[in-house]
């Protein structure tokens, strides 16, 4: 399994950044997909999550109405889109695959960081 996180960057607050998760190794449409991501000195912490099929989202209070999850199953490929971030967003973003579903605990598999800061 290998998961190819990409799209971080420096961004100002109220600005927008779309984070990409190439996918390989494992039958991409029929695991569950999600984003994690952790501050500096923070535990790691759920984000969002999408089913097999992109029918089915979950967000983090935090993140809800600002962030959107999506797939695509013919390129394997999850996204995150993050509109109107804010400084406490600033944190590493993993991309994580499960078999089954992604919890708010965590994942089978993880994949590198990107990193995004959102300056004030």
């Known amino acids: 399994v290998q998961l190819q996180a990409c799209g971080g960057g420096l961004v100002q607050a109220g600005g927008s950044l779309r984070l990409s998760c190439a996918a390989s190794?494992?039958?991409?449409?029929?695991?569950?997909m999600g984003w994690f991501r952790q501050a500096p000195g923070k535990e790691r912490e759920f984000v969002s999550s999408?089913?097999?099929?992109?029918?089915?989202?979950y967000y983090a209070d935090s993140v809800k109405g600002r962030f959107t999850i999506s797939r695509d199953n013919i390129k394997n490929t999850l996204y995150l889109r993050m509109n109107n971030l804010k400084p406490e967003d600033t944190a590493v973003y993993y991309c994580a695959a499960d078999p089954k579903a992604i919890t708010t605990v965590g994942a089978r598999y993880w994949g590198q960081g990107t990193l995004v800061t959102v300056s004030s």
């Open positions: 190794g494992f039958t991409f449409s029929s695991y569950g």
């Open positions: 999408v089913n097999w099929s992109g029918g089915s989202t």
